[in-house]
């Protein structure tokens, strides 16, 4: 059975910054994409980061050039390196892994991530 598992997520300044990490077991097909969509009291969820196992990212536009998404060389680990951090970004983020040939996503349990000073 897939499972997900963030972790990383803290209490950090504005100016900050965090690394999220996210470990993906039991993946069966090559074909993915990993990342994380976060989601804050009141707004609706939001796709934060994602990279597809080709490497290929796409980001939200409020966090270009301040966050990063890696797949470095474990294809079942992703990292988001989060600077700048600002008060908005404060959510709680959710790593996932959408397998395209299903069509299927996991989901982990979530990471609070609080920008406050």
């Known amino acids: 059975q897939v499972q997900v598992v963030e972790s990383g997520g803290g209490l950090v300044q504005p100016g900050g910054s965090l690394r999220l990490s996210c470990a993906a077991s039991?993946?069966?097909?090559?074909?993915?994409?990993m990342g994380w969509y976060r989601q804050a009291p009141g707004k609706e969820r939001e796709l934060v980061a994602s990279?597809?196992?080709?490497?290929?990212?796409n980001y939200a536009e409020s966090v270009k050039g301040r966050f990063t998404i890696s797949r470095p060389n474990a294809k079942n680990t992703v990292y988001l390196q989060m600077n700048s951090l600002k008060p908005e970004d404060t959510a709680v983020y959710y790593c996932?892994?959408?397998?395209?040939?299903?069509?299927?996503?996991?989901w982990g349990q979530g990471t609070q991530v609080t920008v406050s000073s």
């Open positions: 039991g993946i069966i097909f090559s074909n993915n994409v």
């Open positions: 990279i597809s196992t080709g490497g290929s990212t």
């Open positions: 996932y892994v959408r397998y395209l040939v299903t069509a299927t996503s996991k």
